[in-house]
């Protein structure tokens, strides 16, 4: 079929934009990104017929990836994953632990870089990641 089948053509996609969690309350949720994580409002808009929604997204500081804070629709909150990266993910992980985030302790294996899990507290799982030469 050639260039003509669209089956075919390279993708037209070039970024991952939004992630998306499911919270559980979007207000409880938004404190504890920008006052624990240290992100940043990215969007925060009603619509439907009557504004009766809430599209939410924050993010770190400089990021161009968006984490979306969703209320519930056909699934339960939390469960959801994300990575996040840091270059030092020491400081970071002191970092949180001083805020009183649970935190699980930092590991790391050969050939990967040190990274530790948390949860949202929905229950929705954050790797931060440590970069090399970020």
Same mark, same amino acid.
């Given at each position: 079929m050639g260039m003509s089948d669209p089956t075919q053509a390279p993708t037209t996609v070039t970024n991952i934009g939004v992630a998306m969690f499911t919270v559980?309350?979007?207000?409880? *949720?938004?404190?504890?990104?920008?006052? !624990?994580? @240290?992100?940043?409002?990215?969007?925060d808009v009603a619509f439907g017929e009557n504004g009766e929604y809430r599209w939410l997204e924050v993010a770190p500081p400089g990021s161009t990836a968006r984490l979306a804070l969703n209320p519930p629709m056909n699934d339960e909150p939390g469960g959801s994953a %994300? @990575? %996040? /990266?840091?270059?030092?993910? $020491?400081? /970071? $992980? *002191?970092?949180? !632990?001083a805020l009183g985030v649970e935190v699980e302790e930092p590991m790391s294996s050969p050939g990967t870089p040190t990274m530790f899990m948390m949860r949202d507290p929905d229950g929705n799982h954050i790797a931060v990641v440590e970069t090399s030469g970020a």
């Open positions: 559980a309350d979007q207000n409880a *949720a938004l404190a504890f990104y920008t006052e !624990k994580m @240290g992100f940043e409002v990215r969007a %994300i @990575g %996040i /990266e840091t270059a030092d993910v $020491h400081a /970071e $992980h *002191a970092r949180l !632990k």
